[in-house]
């Protein structure tokens, strides 16, 4: 039996704390996104993220304590409490019963301010891992209430998902804001307005947007460049918790949406939620960089999705070519149906090439062979002129067969494969940067983590 002597590295002066989780994020992920960026410059190799340069790496297990492929709810349940639970349970032990407390509980317990953030709805399994205890990850109305109860500072998302009690015997969740002492901000501008006066926050995306997504923030790659983004929200959890700050922070924020993506084995989606996630890293670690001898800040996933490979036989890549796909499947869907919402069933097919041309690069920057060229205008008389309309369906999206066809030929003209629609057992990347970042230097099992950032923070942990 092979024993490990762990040197801790004394915390006592560590007041900031970032944990950042990629949902999804496997080791592949990461590297098919530096190998993208190396390509665009031109040469075979990598182009380092910010947080792939982070002095510690390693790796971490993902498995549940009843499968050996977890889910979101279970990943982030173990991330947050250092407890394995089943398959779909938040914050609670396998009994489903039994609650857990969270390293941010912890973190609030010793004095600290607290704030989770994400790029989904707040009320999804991995932030709500870190706040609430429910037998199901369904239960959203529960969770919400769970998020009043423990009473962190500051709290962002996309929305609530389920604001109202479908039973009809609780309140609005809106309405319960006032009662708990939050304020609900909806965008960028509207929390510059009130932050100042606000003493524990709720940030949301915009109304508008809330009306047509109230489950997500907009992909990167689809992004208009006014919209909510994660990178804006953590720079406002940081101007928030900093304010009247003299214990400190701690702050979890999540990538929720380059699972999403790897569900959809989105290849270009991915690699742009990736950017976008190592750019709000970049915001922590300006903050760092103010802040060396009081920061730590540890950036890993839940569980790998999709099963990625890159290469799918030939001893090549050519990720580069992704940089022609303008949108993700779901907007390409949507921009489908609003043809056949003006067509019908007599769609052109040059309406269509044109929009495949416009999404893809297709037949201008993208070479398509014959044989890709068919298979395109198979899917087009099968799904677009006929009345028998089959749409596709992935974890968190129902997409129009097109877009299914036109994202497999780009990926597999980038020779990026996947191997399937969920999750897989995968290591996960573990990053570190900071005060007692050295406690992170050995193979991890997810449970690990919280446990070894309370230890380095002295955070008072309870059960």
Not at 82 to 92: F, L, Q
Not at 321 to 349: A, C, M
Not at 397 to 416: F, H, Q, T, V
């Amino acid at each position: 039996m092979l024993l490990l002597n762990v040197f801790w590295v004394s915390g006592k002066n560590l007041k900031y704390v970032f944990y950042f989780i990629g949902d999804g994020m496997g080791v592949n992920q990461v590297q098919t996104t530096e190998m993208y960026k190396a390509e665009l410059e031109g040469k075979i190799g990598l182009s380092p993220l910010c947080f792939t340069q982070f002095p510690v790496s390693t790796v971490a297990s993902t498995y549940s304590a009843t499968n050996s492929v977890t889910d979101s709810a279970a990943g982030g349940t173990a991330l947050a409490t250092g407890v394995k639970t089943k398959n779909g349970a938040i914050g609670v032990m396998q009994d489903l019963k039994t609650e857990v407390s969270s390293v941010a509980v912890w973190a609030k317990n010793s004095g600290k301010r607290v704030g989770i953030a994400t790029s989904v709805s707040v009320d999804h399994a991995t932030p709500s891992a870190f706040y609430a205890h429910e037998s199901s990850r369904n239960n959203y109305y529960e969770i919400g209430i769970d998020l009043y109860k423990a009473g962190f500072d500051f709290y962002a998302g996309s929305d609530f998902i389920s604001p109202e009690d479908k039973n009809g015997n609780g309140s609005n969740l809106y309405e319960m804001a006032d009662e708990y002492g939050y304020t609900i901000v909806r965008g960028y501008d509207d929390y510059k307005m009130k932050s100042k006066k606000s003493k524990k926050m709720i940030l949301f995306q915009e109304e508008e947007l809330s009306k047509r997504d109230r489950y997500s923030l907009p992909y990167a790659i689809d992004r208009t460049g006014s919209e909510l983004n994660l990178e804006n929200i953590t720079k406002c959890a940081i101007d928030f918790l900093t304010k009247d700050c003299k214990n400190g922070f701690f702050l979890m924020v999540e990538g929720g949406k380059i699972d999403w993506a790897c569900h959809s084995n989105d290849g270009a989606t991915m690699i742009n939620e990736i950017i976008d996630f190592d750019n709000t890293i970049r915001v922590a670690y300006e903050f760092y960089l103010q802040h060396k001898d009081e920061t730590l800040i540890v950036v890993t996933a839940d569980h790998e999705t999709g099963g990625i490979s890159l290469g799918t036989g030939k001893y090549e890549l050519n990720l580069k070519i992704l940089e022609h796909q303008k949108n993700s499947e779901s907007v390409f869907s949507t921009q489908v149906k609003k043809l056949r919402n003006r067509y019908g069933n007599g769609v052109p097919w040059d309406s269509v090439k044109d929009l495949l041309m416009d999404s893809f690069g297709f037949w201008d920057k993208v070479d398509v062979n014959e044989k890709n060229s068919e298979r395109l205008m198979t899917i087009y008389e099968k799904s677009i002129k006929a009345d028998d309309v089959k749409m596709e369906k992935s974890e968190y999206s129902l997409d129009e067969a097109l877009a299914g066809e036109a994202k497999r030929i780009i990926n597999e003209l980038a020779y990026l494969g996947w191997n399937t629609g969920g999750h897989s057992a995968g290591y996960v990347p573990v990053f570190a940067i900071g005060v007692g970042s050295n406690n992170f230097t050995r193979r991890l099992n997810n449970i690990d983590l919280p446990n070894i950032i309370a230890k380095v923070a002295g955070y008072e942990k309870s059960r």
